[in-house]
């Protein structure tokens, strides 16, 4: 199998190249990214030279770059996790989104489709992998399933939104094998320090406000970035054409309570008296449409492929958190020098 991972470089796309390259030796792994400030190599220095792994710099948004690379490589199959996708940065900037997430998730789909008309035998599995935000926000009731209707209320959502809806439309139309994956906040290493939990673990380190949008009270499902990736190899492998399948945690927290279990686990780990941390917590201006409550129901995914999360949260938070802390020059790299502007916020116009 000759494999495209788009994203590779990014936080969960590398958790997921490395998990292909040394599970599937016998199977051609390439990693295409175009290496934005969320990109970054030195994620996947562990596995570089290994002589399944290829990477590509490149632009999903370039259609002529994308044909002349499928032309060239003739793939069996592609895993899409490339995207802008941070929130933030979409309502700052929608336009940015719209290019990579839609028009680059249509530049792949179209390429696939081509190789996929010339020898359907060939061409296997079209997988994008999408968000949970595209069902929209929860009241205090309720999970989202894979037949909840779409109401994405983000910039950053809609355009994950209208992805899902091609892919769908590529398999009605033209019957592309693909299936998608809605999954729920991931947190773990390599994890760039914009997303609420790296950026309170660095700041926490460095003694600075942990800033909490409106009062702390939404809520996320986290999944540790493994699990994720346990179950994009799961569904690659084994999902029907057409299938969607949901994966999460079954873990909500709300914001504040999640930040207070870091502080408490960061006050030991550096040696610091109970109750130090807490004192960052700082409550700042709340995001433009936060959506309230985020929460899976997994259970297809569970039952027909006998997935499950591996962690319970303290124990995935606390890993994480030693990763960081073993990991200083990765952060320090991340957060000086050339991504500096990006670090540092000057999308941040909530
Ligand atoms: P990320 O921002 O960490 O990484 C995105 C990667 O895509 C980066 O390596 C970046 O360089 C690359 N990229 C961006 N634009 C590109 C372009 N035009 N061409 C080629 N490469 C480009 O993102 P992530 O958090 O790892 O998310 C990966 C995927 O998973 C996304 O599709 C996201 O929507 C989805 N997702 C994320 C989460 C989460 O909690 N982070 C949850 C569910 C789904
Ligand atoms: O649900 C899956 C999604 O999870 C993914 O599709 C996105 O790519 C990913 O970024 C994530 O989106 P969120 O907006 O939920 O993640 P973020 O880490 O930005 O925020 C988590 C929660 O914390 C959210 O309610 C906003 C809040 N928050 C975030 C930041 C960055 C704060 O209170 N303060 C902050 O500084």
């Keep these: 199998m000759k ?7 990014g936080f969960i796309g590398s958790h997921v190249v490395r998990l292909f390259v040394n599970k599937y030796p016998n199977s051609q792994i390439y990693n295409l990214d175009k290496l934005t400030y969320a990109g970054n190599l030195a994620n996947l220095s562990d ?8 990477f590509i710099k490149g632009d999903i948004v370039d259609a002529g770059f994308i044909n002349k690379l499928f032309e060239e490589h003739k793939f069996n199959a592609v895993i899409h996790l490339a995207a802008e996708s941070h929130v933030d ?4 900037d929608p336009l940015a989104f719209v290019f990579t997430n839609v028009i680059g998730t249509v530049n792949l789909l179209n390429a696939a489709k081509e190789q996929f008309k010339k020898d359907n035998a060939s061409f296997k599995r079209f997988y994008h992998v999408s968000t949970d935000e595209v069902y929209g926000t929860l009241g205090d009731m309720g999970l989202f399933t894979e037949t909840t209707a779409y109401d994405p209320h983000s910039p950053y959502s809609a355009s994950k939104a209208s992805s899902d809806h091609f892919v769908r439309a590529y398999f009605d139309t033209y019957k592309l094998p693909a299936v998608i994956s809605n999954c729920s906040n ?3 290493p390599y994890h760039f320090p914009e997303k609420l939990i790296p950026l309170c673990i660095n700041n926490i380190k460095n003694n600075k406000p ?11 499902d986290w999944l540790f970035v493994e699990d994720h990736a346990r179950a994009i190899d ?8 057409g299938s969607t399948y949901n994966i999460g945690g079954h873990n909500e927290w709300t914001n504040i309570d999640v930040i207070r279990l870091l502080c408490r686990i960061m006050d030991k780990k550096l040696n610091r008296a109970e109750g130090t941390n807490e004192k960052l917590i700082t409550f700042v201006k709340d995001r433009a449409g ?4 985020y929460a899976i129901d997994s259970t297809k995914l569970q039952n027909e492929l006998e997935w499950k999360p591996s962690l319970q949260f303290e124990e995935g938070l606390t890993k994480t958190v030693e990763w960081y802390l ?8 991340v957060t000086s020098g050339a991504y500096a502007n990006y670090y540092e916020g000057q999308y941040v116009k909530r």
């Excluded at 596995?47 to 290829?54: G, Q």
């Excluded at 940065?89 to 700052?92: D, G, L, T």
């Excluded at 936060?290 to 409550?293: E, K, M, V």
């Design 3 to 9: 494999v495209l991972i788009t994203g590779g470089a």
């Design 89 to 92: 940065r979409s309502i700052a």
């Design 290 to 293: 936060h959506d309230l409550r």
């Design 326 to 333: 073993n990991n200083e020059e990765w952060l320090n790299n």
């Design 47 to 54: 596995i570089e030279n290994k002589p399944n792994y290829t």
């Design 210 to 220: 942990l800033p909490i949008y409106g009062k702390g009270e939404n809520v996320r």
């Design 186 to 188: 991931n947190y773990g």
């Design 234 to 241: 799961v569904i690659f492998h084994k999902a029907q054409d």
